[in-house]
C-alpha cells in the first residue's frame, strides 16, 4: 500500500525543501557574482530575494508540524521529518551568509579593486558545489556519498587559512587597504561557516538513511 | 537483564492450522512488554499461552516450554489455578461480574481464602482499587451495581479485581481499546505506574499506546515473532523490513 495519505505530503515536503536548497544555492552563487564582478545591482538582488528564503523556511516548519501532530509518523518517515526539520534553518543560515557575503560586496565594490580575487572565487565553487552534492544526497538518500563530502570540508578550511595569512599579510604591508581586505577575510569566513552548515546536511542525511548520529564524531 | 517469563520454542496449534511458529522471547521483570501486528497474527493466542487460558480450547495443542520464575507452566505438576492468580488477566471488553463493586474485588480474595478477617478484606479491597486508581471515584458507593460505572471505570475494576489476588504479572489484551481518549490516558497512566510492582504484557493495535507505555515491543505476523526489540528502537529505527512497513503503515 504506496498510496499512504502521509506519502503526498512527505512528497510536499521534500519538494519544499529541494526549492529552498537550490534557491540558496542560487544565493550564494550571485553573491558570489555580485563581489567577483563587482556588480552591486546582483548583491542587492541577493539581499532581497533573502525574504523569500524566509518565507520558504516558515513554510517548511509549518508543514513538519503539521506532519507530525496529525500523521504521527514513525520509523524512516518520522527520520525524514525530523531530517528536513533541522536542515530548513541550516539552509537559512547558509543564505545569510550568502546575504553578508553580497553586503561585503556592497563595500568592496566602492573601492578600487585590491586584487584579483582568484582564491575566494575558488573557495566559492567548492562550497557551492559540496551543497549541491549534500542536498543530492540527501534526495538519494545515499550516506557514503555523504560521508564523502563531510571531508572535502577540510579543502575549505585550508583555502580560509590561506587566505587568511595572505590579507593579514596584505594589511599588515599596505594599512590603507585594511578596510577592503577585512571585507574580503570577512567574505572568506562566510564561505568557510557554510562549509560547516553543509557538513552538519550531510550528518542528518547520515541519520535518516542509517539512523546513526554520526554528529560529534569526526565523520565516522 | 532479569526474566520473569521465559518462552523458548513455543508453537501453538487449533487442531491442525498451526497458529505460532516457534517463539522464542525473553519478558523482563516489571518491564511493560507490548505485543503488536496485524489482526490474527497470533498476539492475542500468545498472550493466552502466558496463562495457559487456551487450555480452555479442546483442539488446542502447545509445543515448547514456557518457563514463569523458572518454573515450566506447562508441567504436570503446575497447579493452574494457582498460575493464574499469579499470571492475572484483563480483557479488551470489561466484563465485571453482576455484583457490586465490592464484591467484584472481593471475589477472588474470597475464593482463595487469602482475608484473615472482614477489616483485612475491606483493606485488600481498598487497597486494590487504590492501585487500579479507581478509589476515589467508587469509595462513596462501593456496595453499588459495577454496571452504573463507566465503560473506563469498569475496565479499571476489571483491573482492580486482577490485583486483589495479588498476580506477579498482567496481561492484558487490548484494555483500552473500546476507551475514549481520556478514559484509554487513565488506563496508560496505570499500566506505567503498576510497572513499579508488576511484570506487564500488553496486546495493543494502537501504536502510540505501545509507544507511550512499554518498554520493548514485539511485532508478529503470520504467528511468528518477527521482531523484539526496545520500544524506543522499533519505531526509530526497527531492524526488520517487515516491521517498518507495519508501523508506518505500509500494509493494511
Partial sequence: MENRIIDQQLDRLRDKLLLLGGTTERALQRAMQSLTNRDSDLAQNVLREDKVIDEMELEIDRLCIEILALQQPAAHDLRF??????????????????????????????????????????MATNAAEMLRSALDAFTSEDAEASRRIIKQDRVI???????????????????SITNSAAQLLFAAKHLERIGDYVKDICELNVYLTEAAFIKHSKGK | MESK????????????????????????????????GPSGCGKSTFLRTLNRMNDTIPIAKVDGTVLIDGEDIY????????????VGMVFQK???????????????????????????????????????????????????????????????????????????VILMDEPASALDPIATQKIEELVVELKKDYTI???????????????RTAFFMLGKLIEYNPTQKMFTNPDERLTEDYITGRFG
Avoid at chain 1, 91 to 110: M, Q
Avoid at chain 1, 157 to 175: C, W
Avoid at chain 2, 7 to 17: C, D, E, Q, R, V
Wanted: with cysteine; net charge positive.
Fill in chain 1, 81 to 122: 521529518v525530523i531530517s528536513v526539520a533541522k536542515i530548513t534553518p541550516i539552509l537559512e543560515r547558509i543564505a545569510d551568509h550568502a546575504g553578508s557575503i553580497a553586503k561585503a560586496a556592497l563595500i568592496l565594490n566602492t573601492e578600487p579593486q585590491l586584487k584579483q580575487y582568484i582564491d575566494l572565487p575558488k
Fill in chain 1, 157 to 175: 578550511n585550508k583555502s580560509y587559512k590561506r587566505i587568511f595569512s595572505e590579507l593579514i599579510e596584505m594589511m599588515i604591508s599596505d594599512p
Fill in chain 2, 5 to 36: 517469563i521465559s518462552i523458548s520454542n513455543l508453537n501453538f496449534f487449533y487442531g491442525k492450522a498451526q497458529a505460532l511458529y516457534d517463539i522464542n522471547l525473553e519478558i523482563p521483570e516489571r518491564e511493560v512488554v507490548a505485543f503488536i
Fill in chain 2, 75 to 86: 508441567s504436570s505438576k503446575t497447579d493452574v489455578v494457582a498460575l493464574r492468580r499469579k
Fill in chain 2, 94 to 168: 470489561s466484563n465485571p461480574f453482576p455484583k457490586s463493586i465490592f464484591e467484584n474485588v472481593a471475589y477472588g480474595i474470597r475464593i482463595n481464602k487469602m482475608q484473615t478477617s472482614k477489616s483485612d478484606l475491606n483493606d485488600r479491597v481498598e487497597k486494590a482499587l487504590v492501585n487500579a486508581a479507581l478509589w476515589d471515584e467508587v469509595k462513596d458507593r462501593l456496595s453499588s451495581s459495577a454496571f452504573g460505572l463507566s465503560g473506563g471505570q469498569q475496565q479499571r475494576l476489571c483491573i482492580a479485581r486482577a490485583l486483589a489476588v495479588e498476580p506477579e
Fill in chain 2, 201 to 215: 504484557v500488553i496486546v495493543t493495535h494502537n501504536m502510540q499506546q505501545a509507544g507511550r507505555v512499554s518498554d
